[in-house]
């Protein structure tokens, strides 16, 4: 009998990604899968027949709870700032009848980095606090409480004991194809391309000197893979608890770069009328996308190194810049700008 496993969030982005590797791994491996209704169940059964399911949202608490007691790891993929379900997830491991202690590998988010441009207001402008969570990881533990993600981070960081170990994992910028059942597409890029070609024009923060790290999903899912695979180890090699904070990244950007990148994607593939941005201010920004301030005029600088260190982590895939081409073609042929092949067959 292989470990029991409970995870929430596969059928969106990160999660769904994370079980397809987690399940071609190790199959022995007892997965237990959160889903809201039959339709996201039938996408997992048909990808992982093998994975049981159960029915119920993060509101399901009792629900949660209960899989949580009966679990050795629980993977937390879901909404990050959902304080209920953390709760539950800390309250079912805490109970647990099972020799050894659970282990709680939750995922949060860079955002919380940027807690600085937020208080300042400082949007588009380069900030020079960097963080690492290796020599600074007491610091990724101390942020204040109006921090993005934090109220939920402060009760994963309060639960832990003899009988619950726990792990966050906050990725940066994620992109590339996602490889799960539902949703394998990502956020802060894709929603930007997709305002671009909307807008009719290419637009920054204000200066857009303001940097973000970036990770690829297929990279993100490795690091998963092996806090799984050391909780399953008795917690070796890995650090859980007071220093079992992972940040995810393989690389810096500037968001102009960015942001001036699909333009210039944009415009040579006759989406846009030229390669040119439009300097916003942080209000009209978001006019053209939800929380585009947030998501491309803040700073959120970590360097990642405690996965890298202890379980020989190696992020390898592609940049964000060098998928840009491919996020540029799929929104459009999302918003049917780009005829398909079949389209083009039959002219």
């Known amino acids: 009998m292989g470990p029991k496993v409970f995870l929430t969030g596969t059928t969106g982005y990160i999660g769904g990604d994370a079980l397809y590797v987690i399940s071609q791994k190790h199959p022995e491996w007892e997965l237990t899968a959160l889903v809201r209704n039959s339709d996201k169940g039938a996408k997992i059964a048909a990808a992982h027949p093998t994975v049981r399911l159960v029915y119920g949202d993060l509101d399901s608490v009792e629900l949660i709870e209960e899989e949580a007691a009966n679990s050795d790891i629980v993977y937390h993929f879901a909404n990050c700032d959902h304080e209920p379900s953390a709760t539950a997830i800390a309250k079912g491991l805490a109970r647990r009848e099972t020799p050894g202690p659970g282990y709680w590998i939750h995922t949060s988010g860079t955002g919380i980095l940027g807690i600085e441009t937020l208080a300042t207001g400082a949007f588009g402008d380069l900030l020079p606090k960097v963080y690492d969570d290796w020599d600074g990881i007491e610091e990724l533990k101390s942020h204040p409480d109006e921090a993005p993600h934090r109220k ?96 995810a990244e393989n690389q810096s950007f500037v968001w102009g770069d960015i942001l001036q990148e699909i333009a210039k994607i944009a415009a040579k593939e006759g989406l846009l009328p030229d390669g040119t941005l439009e300097e916003s201010t942080p209000e009209v920004g978001d006019t053209y996308m939800a929380r585009a301030k947030y998501f491309a005029g803040t700073n959120s600088r970590g360097i990642s190194l405690r996965g890298k260190k202890l379980l020989g982590w190696k992020p390898n ?31």
């Open 152 to 247: 939920v981070d402060k009760i994963v960081l309060s639960s832990y004991s003899d009988k619950v170990k726990t792990a966050i994992v906050c990725p940066p910028c994620i992109y590339g194809p996602g490889r799960g059942p539902d949703n394998q597409r990502s956020i802060q890029a894709y929603r930007i391309t997709e305002a671009f070609l909307k807008h009719g024009r290419g637009f920054k923060i204000g200066k857009s000197e303001n940097i973000w790290h970036g990770i690829h999903v297929q990279d993100l899912s490795d690091l998963y893979l092996l806090l799984g695979e050391a909780a399953i180890n008795g917690g070796d090699p890995a650090t859980w608890n007071e220093e079992g904070y992972y940040l």
């Open 317 to 347: 895939r592609c940049s964000l810049q060098e998928e840009l081409p491919a996020v540029v073609k799929g929104e459009a042929s999302l918003l049917g700008l780009l005829k398909s092949h079949a389209e083009k067959v039959q002219e």
